[in-house]
């Protein structure tokens, strides 16, 4: 799990306080992503 990027969108998810409070919960690496929410299911799909 540990090389499984995981990215949080959305000004609640990627707020400093929201961030340091997941981060320390989960053995995922968290990414903020600071453009719009659409952003991360754009990223998904280049993935694929």
Partial sequence: LAQ???GLSGALLTHATVFAALAPRTP????PI???PIEGVRRLLLRA
Avoid: G
């Fill in 28 to 31: 995922l690496p968290l990414t």
């Fill in 4 to 6: 499984l990027p995981t």
């Fill in 34 to 36: 600071h453009e719009a």
